[in-house]
Nanobody, 124 residues
Framework: VQLQASGGGLVQAGDSLRLSCAAS????????VGWFRQAPGQEREFVAA????????SYGDSVKGRLTISRDNAKNTVILQINSLKPEDTALYYC??????????????????WGQGTLVTVSS
């Protein structure tokens, strides 16, 4: 399974971004997809996750209320919409998928396949 994250960039505080995670080599149907982020010198932090079946979602406490995660079945893609960006949102954003049909999980160890990350930089 290959995951390609895209959509990052340099934005100003208050702006919005739409990140995409496109999968190839395997359908995302039946699995969960998560987004994590990692700022320099910090641990990887859970951002959001979605279960393909039922569309159940989960969000990290630090971003809840500003993010929406959704899926596009036809494109085998997961979208992360981030609104009201803050400088502390600056990080490398990774998408990942499980190898089992799990409910949305915030645990790094539950995800088997990871994309290369897309950089989000928010200026004040």
């Amino acid at each position: 399974v290959q995951l390609q994250a895209s959509g990052g960039g340099l934005v100003q505080a208050g702006d919005s971004l739409r990140l995409s995670c496109a999968a190839s080599g395997r359908t995302l149907n039946g699995y969960s997809v998560g987004w994590f982020r990692q700022a320099p010198g910090q641990e990887r932090e859970f951002v959001a996750a979605i279960a393909w079946i039922g569309g159940h979602t989960s969000y990290g406490d630090s971003v809840k209320g500003r993010l929406t995660i959704s899926r596009d079945n036809a494109k085998n893609t997961v979208i992360l919409q981030i609104n009201s960006l803050k400088p502390e949102d600056t990080a490398l954003y990774y998408c990942a998928t499980t190898s089992l049909g799990l409910m949305p999980t915030n645990l790094v160890g539950d995800y088997t396949y990871w994309g290369q990350g897309t950089l989000v930089t928010v200026s004040s």
